[in-house]
């Protein structure tokens, strides 16, 4: 009896994931500082309850969802295992991102800084600074870049214990690309902005404002292609230190 029910549980849970279905988290539930994650999760591509996360469905919920290359999804759960303070962990929840300075950083584009409290939660006051570099309807990766140097020049200012490691700062330029190519195109690097806000503010896929997954599959060279543009563009910027150049492809951040 107990195995049928599990089983039954089983298929539920399976038809609950998808495009059509989202629900917040509930009061049990864990998410991440990384809105995309929680995302998935409030879709139901990872498990509802953020918990237990394995590399199969890190890998599958980013190919399912969004397209992904399965191996740039192995190196996401790569990095994410490391913030399970577990000895040997096999699994990481969403909860455990929210571990400062492991890969949760200073100058979040929608989180509040550690100093300050909360980084798992959404932060209206943050994001709206973040968006008031978004100066169009469509964003590109100049507009990305310029929040990102805005974020860091703010809580640079104002954190007195702000810190941005070099693992850090490789997260800052993966997160700036994400919610561009990924809600937006990766041929042209720009996406509809009232996506994106809805994204970011909703954890929720704006399909019913068009968006819909990407026909093409999302590679290694897009990801490095998009990481080198913004990196050159922030680098311009002189009160922003530039990051040591090196292989990033599993620092895809969000």
């Not at 237990?52 to 399912?64: C, H, K, P, Q, V």
């Not at 577990?86 to 990481?92: L, Q, R, V």
């Not at 860091?152 to 993966?174: C, D, H, M, V, W």
Request: net charge negative.
């Amino acid at each position: 009896m107990k195995a049928a029910i599990l089983s039954a549980l089983v298929a539920v849970n399976l038809v609950l994931a998808g495009f059509d279905t989202w629900s917040p988290p509930g009061p049990y539930d864990v998410r991440a500082p990384c809105p995309m994650l929680n995302t998935l999760a409030n879709h139901g591509f990872l498990p509802h309850d953020g918990k237990d996360i394995s590399r199969e469905a890190t890998e599958n919920a980013l190919f399912d969802a969004l397209n992904i290359n399965k191996t740039l999804g192995g190196f996401l759960f790569d990095f994410a295992i490391t913030t399970n303070p577990k000895p040997n962990a096999t699994a990481f929840s969403l909860n455990d991102l929210g571990n400062h300075n492991v890969l949760e950083h200073d100058a979040s584009l929608s989180r509040s800084d550690a100093f300050f409290g909360n980084v798992l939660t959404f932060n209206q006051s943050i994001f709206d600074e973040t968006r008031t570099f978004w100066t169009d309807e469509t964003l590109d990766i100049q507009m990305a870049a310029n929040a990102r140097v805005g974020r860091i020049k703010t809580s640079r200012a104002t954190n007195p214990t702000y810190e941005l490691s070099e693992l850090g700062t490789a997260f800052t330029f993966g997160e700036s690309v994400a919610y561009i190519i990924l809600i937006g195109d990766k041929h042209s690097g720009t996406a509809n902005r009232s996506w994106v806000e809805y994204f970011f503010e909703h954890e929720q896929l704006p399909l019913h404002l068009g968006w819909h997954r990407a026909a093409e599959l999302f590679q290694e060279i897009d990801l490095d292609r998009y990481m080198d543009e913004i990196q050159n563009l922030t680098e311009a910027t002189a009160e922003v230190a530039p990051a040591a150049r090196q292989r990033r492809s599993g620092h895809f951040g969000w």
